[in-house]
């Protein structure tokens, strides 16, 4: 059986988000400015708040981020939806390393509550999801319930994350 790696640099996220890590057609991620973290930590089947994976990412905040000089003018933070997607972008990766076919597409979350903040202060950002169930019938469907934290201290959680990987309609 090949061994996965459990960890990716930023070169191979970009690898992957030019289409080359799982073939055409498969999960990809954004490529930057989209691409919201910069290394993936930890990705496992095991382990994880439900006993069933997890995959874990960091992105280096630098103050000349595309987002902080137009959210907000003079009160710079980091738009909360670029940390869903982060999460969402996450839970499709952890599809295609599973080895799962087809492109991935957010489908919806549950609840997301906020309770801090990223500035450009800031100096690393983790984000976690784990991984609650995946689903194989006519598409792929990764549920998870994720976070985010900066410099280590909570800034939101998000429940009920959902990634499907869809196949081309021949």
Not at 126 to 142: A, P, Q, T, Y
Request: some cysteine.
């Amino acid at each position: 059986m090949e061994q996965r790696p459990s960890s990716f640099n930023y070169d191979e996220l970009i690898k992957c988000g030019n289409g080359d890590m799982y073939g055409p057609g498969n999960a990809q991620l954004p490529l930057p400015p989209m691409l919201m973290f910069d290394r993936i930590t930890s990705v496992s089947e095991e382990g994880g708040a439900f006993g069933k994976g997890h995959i874990l990412a960091e992105l280096d905040i630098k103050p000349d981020l595309w987002f902080f000089p137009c959210h907000f003018k003079g009160d710079p933070v980091m738009p909360g939806c670029l940390g869903l997607d982060a999460l969402w972008q996450m839970l499709g990766f952890y599809l295609g390393w599973l080895g799962e076919k087809g492109r991935g597409r957010a489908i919806s979350t549950g609840e997301v509550r906020f309770g801090g903040q990223i500035t450009p202060d800031t100096k690393v950002v983790e984000f976690g999801v784990d991984i609650k169930r995946v689903m194989r019938s006519r598409m792929v469907l990764g549920m998870g319930d994720g976070w985010l934290k900066a410099d280590g201290e909570p800034v939101f959680k998000a429940t009920g994350l959902r990634v499907g990987l869809f196949q081309d309609e021949k």
